[in-house]
């Protein structure tokens, strides 16, 4: 046992995470100001939705080279173990998350007329165009931080200090995420902690990424695109436009659903349905859970 290898004579998790930070940060450097200097030059100044576009594939590049980095060379594994690629399964991963993020929207459209006045109005309105800008951002935002958050570093964190300690401080890492969106508050950003357990959960119960992909994907998708609500305190091209009117503290005011009381009771709901759901879990024959002692 010693500085940088544990007695199993495996990196440490503290150098495995910081290995990935010293490729993570770096990449996204690069990535921004290449792909900055190319907008700029393309398109001249940007809107600040057209900025958050931008600011999103840099990210996921970042993210993704990251993960590759981690997994295909410091610790020398495939990535089906770390539960990124199409495994068998994956589909059904799919259709679970879509079908629990469709119930969850349910149930929120639900509350919001019971407790508030709402309204919903047909948006049409939107050019094509955003409309598909919107639907990418959201696809490769959801992919970025299920990476951050779910992927490598929580799963590392996992083996070094067990699982509820990783999933509880990954978790308040993505609601710390989100505490300089418009509108946000102290109850929005522990929201998205509760959020950021939900989606731990879902990696904790396949080995896999797609379930809590779905998920994030469905709830933002639908939350935002079709129904037209606030999504963390962003307004996206959607479908539908509701506005709902009522107590900030329940309903979550121009933060969105998610930082009222009921979001809270929301995300709580989608956790229970994830731990009860019965799905199976990934098996694989790998080298990276054999030993799970503290690293």
């Given at each position: 046992?010693?500085?940088?290898?544990?007695?199993?004579?495996?990196?440490?998790?503290?150098?495995?995470?910081?290995?990935?930070?010293?490729?993570l940060l770096?990449?996204?450097?690069?990535?921004?100001?290449?792909?900055?200097?190319?907008?700029?030059?393309?398109?001249?100044?940007?809107?600040?939705?057209?900025?958050?576009?931008?600011?999103?594939?840099?990210?996921?590049?970042?993210?993704?080279?990251?993960?590759?980095?981690?997994?295909?060379?410091?610790?020398?594994?495939?990535?089906?173990p770390f539960?990124?690629?199409?495994?068998?399964?994956?589909?059904?991963?799919?259709?679970?998350?879509?079908?629990?993020?469709?119930?969850?929207?349910?149930?929120?459209?639900?509350?919001?007329?019971?407790?508030?006045?709402?309204?919903?109005?047909?948006?049409?309105?939107?050019?094509?165009?955003?409309?598909?800008?919107?639907?990418?951002?959201?696809?490769?935002?959801?992919?970025?931080?299920?990476?951050?958050?779910?992927?490598?570093?929580?799963?590392?964190?996992?083996?070094g200090i067990?699982?509820?300690?990783?999933?509880?401080?990954?978790?308040?890492?993505?609601?710390?995420?989100?505490?300089?969106?418009?509108?946000?508050?102290?109850?929005?950003?522990?929201?998205?902690?509760?959020?950021?357990?939900?989606?731990?959960?879902?990696?904790?119960?396949?080995?896999?990424?797609?379930?809590?992909?779905?998920?994030?994907?469905?709830?933002?998708?639908?939350?935002?695109?079709?129904?037209?609500?606030?999504?963390?305190?962003?307004?996206?091209?959607?479908?539908?436009?509701?506005?709902?009117?009522?107590?900030?503290?329940?309903?979550?005011?121009?933060?969105?659903?998610?930082?009222?009381?009921?979001?809270?009771?929301?995300?709580?709901?989608?956790?229970?349905?994830?731990?009860?759901?019965?799905?199976?879990?990934?098996?694989?024959?790998?080298?990276?859970?054999?030993?799970?002692?503290?690293?």
């Amino acid at each position: 046992m010693g500085f940088f290898l544990n007695s199993s004579s495996e990196l440490r998790t503290g150098w495995r995470l910081a290995a990935f930070l010293a490729v993570l940060l770096p990449v996204w450097i690069a990535a921004g100001l290449l792909l900055t200097a190319t907008a700029f030059i393309s398109f001249g100044e940007l809107d600040p939705f057209q900025v958050i576009a931008l600011n999103v594939p840099i990210s996921f590049i970042a993210a993704a080279v990251a993960t590759l980095f981690s997994i295909l060379i410091v610790e020398r594994l495939a990535l089906q173990p770390f539960g990124i690629g199409f495994h068998r399964g994956w589909i059904s991963n799919v259709g679970a998350g879509f079908g629990i993020a469709a119930a969850l929207l349910v149930l929120q459209l639900l509350a919001s007329y019971v407790f508030g006045h709402t309204t919903m109005e047909w948006d049409a309105h939107n050019p094509l165009s955003r409309f598909f800008l919107t639907l990418g951002v959201l696809v490769v935002a959801a992919a970025f931080e299920e990476l951050i958050f779910r992927g490598y570093p929580l799963q590392v964190l996992m083996k070094g200090i067990g699982p509820w300690p990783a999933m509880i401080a990954m978790s308040c890492l993505f609601g710390l995420l989100h505490a300089r969106n418009a509108g946000s508050s102290a109850l929005s950003v522990f929201n998205t902690v509760v959020a950021g357990m939900m989606l731990s959960l879902a990696y904790l119960k396949t080995r896999s990424l797609w379930l809590s992909y779905a998920i994030h994907l469905g709830w933002n998708v639908g939350l935002g695109m079709v129904m037209g609500f606030s999504l963390s305190g962003l307004n996206v091209a959607s479908l539908w436009t509701t506005r709902v009117s009522g107590s900030t503290w329940l309903l979550g005011g121009e933060y969105g659903p998610e930082g009222g009381v009921i979001g809270t009771l929301i995300f709580l709901a989608g956790a229970i349905a994830v731990w009860k759901i019965r799905i199976r879990q990934i098996n694989y024959d790998d080298r990276f859970y054999k030993d799970a002692r503290a690293g």
